[in-house]
């Protein structure tokens, strides 16, 4: 079965600094997706960034970007610019590309916590 | 209004009793999930359906059960709860395409005393 770690239970950065959540997994299969989720106070699980794993090219949505590296089986997230809306509880997940074999598995959890 | 509807979003319920989570999704998915969130272990599936008349146990099934009663409409029954069913539940779905990610819920709090 596949597992999803995130090693950094709680993590800090200043405003405006940079700050890089780590992600790794493990998994026999070669074509899957993998995700960052972001869980504000609300409780609502909030999607920041997603990665095909048939992509070379890493994923960037704004001040958002992954480092994923397929043969070390690391996904990690950086944040740059941080602002005190990203403070909040951040999963990694993996999905199968199997059709029938697609549910989402998560990590722990980081928190983050941004200083002003 | 949310895509993803769970109810109740709170609940205090006492050791012994049958409760019921209900979840409505207005996306059209076919794919619907339940999730449960503990401090340090992340999301673990509880059950998952693939359509009205396909249901699969996740990985800690046990102590839950599930209906499928619509394509929009799925529901999780703690049969008789007890306390360390205390934990945030999450409804959620997906389309079939394989490279979509799943839409939540907000959440169910549960408090099993």
């Known amino acids: 079965a596949q597992t999803v770690t995130q090693s950094q239970p709680e993590m800090s950065v200043q405003e405006a600094e940079t700050v890089t959540l780590s992600c790794t997994y493990d998994?026999?299969?070669?074509?899957?997706?993998l995700f960052w989720y972001k869980q504000p106070p609300s409780r609502q699980m909030i999607l920041v960034i997603r990665?095909?794993?048939?992509?070379?090219q890493n994923a960037t949505e704004n001040r958002f970007s992954v480092n994923f590296q397929k043969a070390a089986k690391s996904f990690s997230l950086k944040i740059s610019d941080s602002q005190l809306g990203d403070a909040a509880m951040y999963f990694c997940a993996y999905r199968s590309a199997l059709y029938n074999n697609n549910d989402m598995r998560f990590g722990a959890g980081t928190r983050l916590t941004v200083k002003p | 209004d949310a895509d993803v509807t769970q109810t109740p979003r709170n609940r205090i319920t006492k050791t012994g009793k049958r409760i019921m989570l209900e979840c409505s999704q207005t996306?059209?998915?076919?794919?619907m999930y339940w999730y449960r969130q503990d401090p340090g272990l992340g999301l673990r599936l509880i059950y998952y359906?693939?359509?009205?008349?396909?249901?699969n146990k996740g990985e800690i099934s046990d102590g839950y059960s599930v209906s499928r009663q619509a394509q929009a409409k799925f529901s999780l029954s703690l049969e008789s709860a007890i306390p360390n069913q205390t934990a945030l539940y999450f409804c959620?779905?997906?389309?079939?395409?394989?490279?979509?990610?799943?839409?939540f819920g907000q959440g169910t709090r549960l408090t099993v005393v």
């Open positions: 998994t026999s299969e070669s074509d899957y997706y």
């Open positions: 959620a779905t997906s389309g079939g395409q394989t490279n979509t990610e799943a839409f």
């Open positions: 359906s693939f359509d009205v008349k396909d249901i």
């Open positions: 990665q095909e794993a048939y992509k070379q």
């Open positions: 996306k059209g998915h076919d794919r």
